[in-house]
């Protein structure tokens, strides 16, 4: 075999592996439960939210919490377990969407784009980062309760993306931002980090309404909403997959995996279907959701 066959057969190989040993660690972690077969059987179906939300969430830019608060919210969760609950499965999906952006930029033929995106990485995620941990230091509280707060962010930005699809023309696209949109992106960012520490959304979705507002390239405006978010959620983990977190576990060991493969299916989603469709397809998913919440 040539040299070229056998390290292609060892990339290759590399993803299998990725997964055997994911596996492991999730069968591990199921074993540590008293009835095992129980659980998959009463849990399973969440690995689907999962999906879903993180497909969403990757091929959109906008956080997976949109599709997780209305569920979590029908199964009668508190407002604290359903914030906890969106953050953790989050960290899964949010972490594998990112990820899966950040190669796709790393080609070669894409390296202005990527240098615009570290660029706008380096304003935007210690700003969303200050943002969530402010509101969360300070414990600043939301203007109303989770479900009406959330219903009216799903609406304004149900609305906002419809917009951005219908009346943004897809021609003269750019990459890069100049000093003062930069400064507008971060002061955005810090405002979406509070926001986020709310409704465990926010900041990856007002960061790719404004960068589609000015024209940007929409991939890059949701690579780096995407790879925000993911940081941000990061960034308090420590808060909400804790012992002492209120992050409900039976529903993460399943939604945080299927989050993963959503998160990794999202990038193919974003790039080859019409970026349009599946948009509009989502703002009215999104408002209806919103106007749900207030109506039951």
Not at 35 to 41: H, Q, S
Not at 187 to 215: D, H, N, P, Q
Not at 217 to 230: D, F, K, M, Q
Not at 264 to 283: D, S
Request: aromatic content about 12%.
């Amino acid at each position: 075999m040539s040299e070229h066959g056998k390290n292609s057969k060892a990339f290759n190989s590399k993803p299998l592996y990725l997964f055997l040993g994911l596996a492991s660690l999730w069968s591990i972690w199921v074993l540590q439960f008293s009835d095992p077969i129980e659980l998959i059987r009463d849990y399973l179906h969440y690995l689907f939210l999962g999906i879903t939300g993180a497909i969403f969430a990757n091929s959109t830019g906008a956080g997976g919490g949109v599709i997780f608060i209305p569920v979590f919210n029908s199964l009668n969760f508190t407002s604290e377990q359903s914030i906890s609950t969106s953050f953790a499965i989050q960290c899964f999906g949010m972490t594998a969407g990112a990820l899966t952006w950040w190669f796709h930029f790393n080609r070669d033929n894409l390296s202005p784009v990527r240098k615009a995106l570290i660029k706008q990485l380096s304003v935007t995620s210690p700003f969303a980062v200050a943002g969530i941990w402010t509101a969360q230091l300070l414990s600043f509280q939301p203007p109303s309760s989770l479900e009406f707060s959330f219903s009216i962010f799903s609406i304004v930005l149900g609305v906002a993306i419809l917009y951005s699809c219908l009346t943004l023309k897809q021609t003269n696209l750019r990459t890069s931002l100049n000093r003062s949109e930069l400064i507008q992106l971060s002061c955005i960012s810090f405002i979406g980090g509070i926001i986020t520490a709310w409704l465990s959304v926010g900041v990856g979705e007002i960061i790719v309404i404004y960068m589609l507002l000015k024209r940007c390239e929409p991939s890059l405006a949701i690579a780096l909403g995407v790879i925000v978010t993911a940081i941000t959620v990061w960034s308090v983990s420590p808060i909400h997959l804790s012992k002492h977190g209120d992050a409900y576990f039976n529903v993460l060991l399943f939604a945080g995996p299927g989050a993963v493969i959503g998160g990794v299916l999202a990038k193919k989603l974003a790039l080859y279907l019409p970026v349009k469709g599946l948009k509009v397809f989502f703002a009215g998913w999104i408002i209806l959701s919103g106007i749900a919440i207030l109506v039951i």
